[in-house]
């Protein structure tokens, strides 16, 4: 199975890193400039799952790009157009798109460019992020991949792509219920970026406020009840989970939304929180906690002229 990684970030660079250390066939398209670092220094991956260098084979934005079985898309999602153009010419009968991005929006935006018969669901869940030397840097142990037909079916592709993953030092599974994992995550990421983005803290500082853990509580409330709207009511054993660690005392629990607004840097705002309350509105749901949290990200947005 050939494979293409747009890009060799934090995301794209784990995962496509460690396919690529267990002799998996993988390219990477990048920039001029990170291809330069990859080239001279390798791509280095620390992880308390094992360090890693390997010799990644790279392609530069702009060359020519061989026709692939799976397209993995792990950029940031405010940077899908760009991305779809990316990939475009690598994009034959028989290639199987799969998205990792935050949020929910990107799927109608790929349905509609490239078919949804060839668009994966696909979500990952790590703490991940590009250090100053250039390398990966994994935070801690947990790194899943989930993936799966959105259509609930077992395909060929899937087997496929198990086989592909099987030796990968990460945890990867197949869901037949990909859609509600996708609403499972999209509700904790939401919850958890606009609060620490809105109280600029771990969730465990925001505890320590009066009314931290009730905001808290609400907020998710407010996400579970736009993803039952939507068909996917969060399971109670779910919620109790997901509950129990927005609750934790000390918790450093932040999202990198968080760090890329305390870096000045550039957010996904309209894609997560934003989308989230669109979403309620077209559903006719109160959510005024979505409200506030957008439109402080909003205001920083502007400060920032983007």
């Known amino acids: 199975m050939k494979v293409l990684i747009l890009g060799a970030g934090a995301t794209g660079g784990y995962y496509g890193g460690r396919c690529a250390e267990a002799g998996a066939d993988v390219s990477f398209i990048v920039r001029p400039a990170r291809a330069a670092l990859l080239a001279e220094r390798g791509l280095r991956i620390t992880s308390p799952k094992g360090d890693a260098t390997i010799q990644p ?19 940031k999602a ?14 034959g009968p028989r290639t199987t798109i799969m998205p990792l991005l935050n949020g929910m929006s990107h799927y109608d935006r790929l349905d509609t460019e490239f078919g949804a018969p060839r668009v994966l669901g696909g979500l990952c869940q790590i703490p991940v992020t590009v250090g100053d030397q250039g390398q990966i840097v994994h935070l801690a142990p947990m790194h899943s991949l989930t993936y799966g037909e959105r259509d609930g079916s077992e395909s060929e592709r899937c087997r496929r792509i198990g086989e592909l993953f099987a030796p990968a030092a990460f945890d990867a599974h197949f869901s037949r219920a990909i859609n509600l994992a996708l609403w499972e995550k999209f509700t904790f990421l939401t919850t958890l970026a606009s609060i620490n983005c809105l109280m600029r803290g771990s969730i465990g500082q925001i505890l320590r406020a009066d009314d931290g ?3 808290i509580g609400e907020l998710l409330t407010e996400c579970q009840a736009v993803a039952a709207a939507a068909g996917h009511s969060i399971p109670p054993e779910v919620d ?13 629990l932040t999202a990198s939304m968080m760090r890329d607004l305390e870096h000045g840097l550039r957010i996904e705002a309209q894609q997560i929180t934003g989308d989230m309350l669109r979403r309620a509105r077209d559903a006719g749901i109160a959510a005024p906690l979505l409200r506030v949290a957008y439109a402080h990200l909003q205001t920083y947005q502007a400060r920032q002229g983007s």
């Open 57 to 75: 084979q790279l392609i530069v934005t702009g060359q020519p790009l061989p026709q692939a079985d799976l397209i993995i898309l792990s950029c």
């Open 78 to 91: 405010y940077d899908l157009d760009s991305a779809i153009e990316s990939i475009r010419p690598a994009v």
């Open 213 to 215: 853990a009730a905001l």
């Open 240 to 252: 109790a989970r997901v509950r129990t660690m927005l609750a934790a005392p000390g918790a450093p």
